[in-house]
C-alpha cells in the first residue's frame, strides 16, 4: 500500500473560480503561492516562488468559493495530481519563453489561516473548510 499526501501554507493568488462537473458536482480552483527565502553560496538571498494549483470538490468547493479570496494565507492539504500525459508536473512555456510548470493539488483539507484583521477579505480565521473526500481521477473536467 502506498500513500501520498502534501501539506502546503501559502497566499492565494488569485480569487477562486467555481463551475461544475456535468455530473453537477461542485469544483473550485484556485492558486497558491508558497514563498522560499535562502542565501546562496555566494552569500546573497535567493528568494522563490513556487505556484500550486488548487482543486477542491462538492462541499469544500462551495466554501472555498465563498470565503477564499485573493492574498489570503491559506493551508490546503491534499494529494498531488499529475499530468495525464507525463504524470508529472504540467509543463508549458511562458510568454517570456521560459519554461514554466504548474504543481497541481487535489485539496481534501482547506483551512483559513488569515482572519479578516490580518488582512484576509474574507477569513474563516483557522477554521477548515471541511474534510472532504475527493472525486475518482475521471471525474476531473480539465
Known amino acids: 500500500m502506498s ?3 502534501v501539506i502546503i501554507t501559502g497566499n492565494v493568488g488569485r480569487d477562486p473560480e467555481m463551475r461544475y462537473t456535468p455530473a453537477g458536482q461542485a469544483v473550485t480552483s484556485f492558486s497558491v ?3 522560499e527565502t535562502y542565501t546562496n553560496n555566494a552569500g546573497e538571498k535567493v528568494k522563490k516562488t513556487i505556484w500550486f494549483r488548487i482543486s477542491a470538490w462538492g462541499k469544500q ?3 472555498c468559493n ?3 479570496k485573493k492574498g489570503q494565507m ?7 495530481t499529475g499530468d495525464q500525459a507525463t504524470g508529472g508536473p504540467r509543463v508549458w512555456t511562458g510568454q517570456d519563453g521560459q519554461p514554466r510548470a504548474s504543481f497541481e493539488i487535489t485539496a481534501s483539507i482547506v483551512r483559513f ?3 479578516r484583521q490580518d488582512g484576509g477579505e474574507g477569513g474563516m480565521g483557522g477554521m477548515d473548510a471541511g474534510d472532504m473526500v475527493a472525486p475518482a481521477e475521471d471525474n476531473i473536467p480539465f
Open 61 to 63: 468547493a462551495e466554501i
Open 113 to 115: 489561516l488569515s482572519s
Open 3 to 5: 500513500f501520498q499526501t
Open 66 to 68: 465563498q470565503y477564499v
Open 74 to 80: 491559506i493551508l490546503v492539504e491534499g494529494r498531488l
Open 33 to 35: 503561492a508558497v514563498n
